[in-house]
C-alpha cells in the first residue's frame, strides 16, 4: 500500500511540473493529500472488480492498477494513452485492470455503478463495484437515484465518498446540512465515517463493505475524511481555505503516518527510500514513454463514436 | 405469418430476443408488476410471468437511475432495454444520455460498449405539454447514438432485435396513436397491424422504405404523420396528382440515396414531422437535400411541423398544432400546382 500511494504522490507532483512546462494539456485535478482512499479501497478489491472514477481520477487509476505508461501517455495526449488520447485527465481509465473511464460529471458514476452492481448480480457473479465521488456529489440528484436504486436491488456496490470538505472551493458547511454517512439511513443501508488518511482504516471499512456486498446484501456508504493539500483544479492556489487548516492537514499527511508506522513496525528505512527510488523510475520510464509516442492521427477523431470495431 | 399490433411487434421482439441471449434484460417502471400496466401502454406485459422479476425489473419513479443503470449493466456485458414511459421524461436522464451512454466508447477510445436499447413514446395524445413531445430531433443531434422511428408492426420488431443487437447505444421512438389493437386504446389512435413472419428477422438501420410510388412530389414522414401523409397522398390521388412518401424507419443512420433517389424522380420535396418547427429533424433533413440534391429540386423544400409552442390539451388546439392530413394536403397540392 506504501508503494501505491508513493507512486501517486510522485506521479501528480511530476504531472504538476509537466504541466507548468506545458507538455500536459488541458486541464488537471489533481490527488495530493487523498492516496489513502484509493489505495485503501481498491487494495480490498480484486482485479476483475471494477471502480468509477471522477474529474480527480489519477490516484483511483494507479490504485487500480492502471499502468503509468499509459497514463501519462495520456495525459501527454498520444495514441499510446489508455484511452487513446480521447479521454484525457477526467477520462482516465483502462477496463481490461477494472477502471472504468473515469466520469467527469458530478456524481455521474453512481447509477452507472448500479447498473454494473445489478450486471453481476444477473451474471451471478460475485464481482463489486467501488463508486468514488466526492462531498459535492451527495448534492446532485444522481447520487440519490443511484444510491435509492442499489439499495432497493441490494446491489453490490460500494460507495466511497471522498469527504475532502469542498466542492471545488465552496466549504461543506454551505452545502450539506447532515453528515454525508448519515445520508445512509434514507437508503437503509451501512453509513460509516472512516479517517480517510489513515490507509488501514480505510482498507477495513472497504473490507467490510465489499464483503456484505459480494454476500448479496447489498451497499455500504463509506465517508472518508481526508484533504486535498493543492487546488480544486490547475492554477488554483486554494486561498478559499485557511491556511491554520491547510497546515493541520498537511501534519495528517496519509503517506508520512504510514511510513512512520510502518518504522514502528520495523520497516528499514532503506527499505523505504528503495520503494521510494523504484516509484522514480518508473515515472521516468513513463515519461518517456510518453514523449516517445505518437500523437494520434487528426482523422482518429472519427473513430469510436457509435461502437463499431468493438469486440463483443 | 400471423397479424400483430405494434405494441405486440415489440414485446414479440423482447420476448425472443430474451429467450435467444439471457444477457437482454428490460427495466423501467411499472413493467413487471403483478396485475400491472405492462409499461405505461402495455408493451411489457405477460413478460415479467414468463421470465421473473430478475429480468424485468421494476424500478423506482428514477430516469436518471434507469438510463444510469443501463448504462452501466451495458458496460459490463449486459443488453438491457430501458423504458422510460414518455419521451417527455427522457429529459430528466438527460446526462446519462447525453454525457455518459452516448460518449463513453468514444471516451474510453472504443474500449468500452455500450449496447443498450432506450424505448421512448412520442407523439401529442390530448395529455398536455408535458406528456407530448416529439424530441427525435434533440437526440439525432447527439453522436453516439442511433435513433429508430417504427411506424409499422413488421418494422417495430424487426428495428427492435437489430437494437438489442447493436454494440451502441439505440434509442427507439414509439409513437402512442400507433400502439394500435392489444395496446392501450388512444383517443383517436389508428387500429395497424402487420403481418409478421414467422422466421427471426431484424432490419438494418439506416434503410428507408418507399410507402407508396409517385412522380409528382416526395414526402419524407415518420410515425403518425407517415400513416397522415399516406392518408392525404390517398386523397390527392383522386385529384390525380401522384405523392411519393417515404419512410426512412433510422433518423441516425439515415438513408440520404433514397431520399435523393426520390426527389431525383420528383423534383419537389416536402417533409412532415410532428416535432415543432424550430430544430426539428426535419430541419436537418432539408439542409442535407439543399447540400447534395440542390440541382434535383424545382422547387423550395417545404417543412410541415408543429407550430412552435408547447403542446396545449385542448383537442381543438391540439388538433390546431399538430399537422392534420388536411394541412399535408392543402400544402403538397399547392407545391405540385407550383403556388409556394
Known amino acids: 500500500m506504501y508503494r501505491d500511494m508513493i507512486r501517486i504522490r510522485k506521479f501528480e507532483e511530476k504531472v504538476y511540473l509537466l504541466f507548468l512546462e506545458g507538455k500536459v494539456l488541458g486541464t488537471i485535478h489533481q490527488y495530493q493529500g487523498q492516496e489513502a482512499v484509493a489505495v485503501g479501497v481498491c487494495s480490498a478489491l480484486r482485479r476483475n472488480d471494477c471502480i468509477t472514477s471522477t474529474h480527480r481520477p489519477h490516484g483511483h487509476c494507479i490504485a487500480k492498477g492502471v499502468p503509468l505508461d499509459s497514463m501519462m501517455a495520456e495525459l501527454f495526449a498520444k495514441s499510446t494513452g489508455c484511452c487513446k488520447a480521447k479521454g484525457g485527465s477526467m477520462h482516465m481509465g483502462d477496463i481490461s485492470v477494472g477502471a472504468v473511464p473515469a466520469i467527469a460529471i458530478v456524481a455521474g458514476g453512481v447509477t452507472l455503478a448500479a447498473g454494473m452492481g445489478l450486471a453481476y448480480k444477473l451474471q451471478r457473479s460475485d464481482r463489486v463495484v467501488a463508486c468514488f465521488f466526492g462531498d459535492g456529489a451527495v448534492n446532485e440528484g444522481a447520487f440519490h437515484e443511484g444510491a435509492n436504486l442499489a439499495a432497493i436491488k441490494k446491489l453490490p456496490v460500494v460507495f466511497i465518498c471522498e469527504n475532502n470538505f469542498y466542492a471545488a472551493s465552496t466549504p461543506m458547511q454551505l452545502t450539506t446540512p447532515v453528515g454525508i454517512a448519515e445520508r445512509a439511513a434514507a437508503y437503509g443501508i451501512p453509513g460509516v465515517v472512516v479517517d480517510g488518511n489513515d490507509v488501514a482504516a480505510v482498507y477495513q471499512a472497504t473490507v467490510t463493505a465489499v464483503a456484505r456486498a459480494r454476500r448479496g446484501e447489498g451497499p455500504t456508504l463509506i465517508e472518508c475524511q481526508t484533504y486535498r493539500t493543492v487546488g480544486h483544479s490547475r492554477g488554483d492556489a486554494g486561498t478559499y481555505r485557511p491556511k491554520e487548516e491547510v497546515e493541520l492537514w498537511k501534519q495528517r499527511d496519509p503517506i508520512e503516518r504510514l511510513r512512520r508506522s510502518l518504522i514502528a513496525d520495523g520497516a528499514a528505512e532503506n527499505e523505504i527510500a528503495a520503494i521510494e527510488a523504484e516509484a522514480d523510475r518508473e515515472i521516468e520510464t513513463a515519461v518517456a514513454f510518453a514523449e516517445s509516442s505518437l500523437p494520434p492521427q487528426p482523422e482518429d477523431a472519427l473513430l469510436h463514436v457509435y461502437g463499431e470495431g468493438v469486440t463483443p | ?340
Open chain 2, 1 to 340: 405469418m400471423k397479424r400483430l399490433s405494434i405494441a405486440e411487434a415489440l414485446r414479440e421482439a423482447m420476448r425472443e430476443e430474451m429467450l435467444r441471449d439471457e444477457r437482454v434484460f428490460l427495466i423501467g417502471e411499472d413493467i413487471g408488476i403483478p396485475q400491472g400496466f405492462g409499461g405505461a401502454f402495455t408493451v411489457t406485459l405477460g413478460l415479467s410471468d414468463e421470465f421473473g422479476h430478475e429480468r424485468v425489473v421494476d424500478t423506482p419513479i428514477s430516469e436518471k437511475a434507469i438510463v444510469g443503470a443501463a448504462v452501466g449493466a451495458a458496460m459490463m456485458g449486459m443488453r438491457p432495454i430501458a423504458d422510460v414511459q414518455y419521451s417527455d421524461f427522457l429529459f430528466c436522464a438527460a446526462d446519462e444520455i447525453i454525457n455518459q451512454a452516448a460518449k463513453m466508447t468514444y471516451m474510453s477510445g472504443g474500449t468500452v460498449k455500450v449496447p443498450m436499447v432506450l424505448r421512448a413514446p412520442v407523439g401529442a395524445t390530448n395529455r398536455g405539454a408535458q406528456h407530448a413531445q416529439s424530441p427525435e430531433g434533440f437526440f439525432m443531434h447527439v453522436p453516439g447514438w442511433k435513433v429508430a422511428v417504427p411506424a409499422t408492426a413488421y418494422d417495430a420488431k424487426g428495428l427492435l432485435k437489430t437494437a438489442v443487437r447493436d454494440e451502441g447505444p439505440v434509442l427507439i421512438f414509439e409513437h402512442k396513436r400507433l400502439y394500435g389493437k392489444g395496446g392501450r386504446k388512444e383517443a383517436g389512435g389508428l387500429d395497424l397491424t402487420s403481418g409478421i413472419p414467422d422466421e427471426d428477422y431484424c432490419i438494418p438501420f439506416g434503410q428507408a422504405v418507399v410507402r407508396r410510388e409517385g412522380a409528382d412530389l416526395t414526402i419524407v414522414a415518420t410515425l403518425l404523420m407517415m400513416h397522415r401523409s399516406l392518408a392525404a397522398a390517398d386523397l390527392l390521388a383522386q385529384e390525380g396528382i401522384n405523392i411519393e412518401v417515404i419512410d426512412p424507419r433510422t433518423l441516425v443512420p439515415f438513408d440520404n440515396e433514397t431520399m435523393l433517389a426520390s426527389v431525383a424522380k420528383t423534383g419537389k420535396l416536402l417533409i412532415v414531422e410532428e416535432d415543432n418547427l424550430t430544430g426539428g429533424w426535419g430541419a436537418e433533413v432539408a439542409a442535407r437535400v439543399a447540400d447534395s440534391g440542390f440541382d434535383l429540386l424545382d422547387a423550395p423544400i417545404k417543412r410541415l411541423a408543429s407550430y412552435d409552442v408547447p403542446m396545449p390539451f385542448a383537442p381543438v388546439l391540439e388538433n390546431f398544432v399538430v399537422p392534420s392530413v388536411d394541412r399535408i394536403i392543402e400544402l403538397a397540392r399547392a407545391m405540385v400546382k407550383g403556388k409556394v
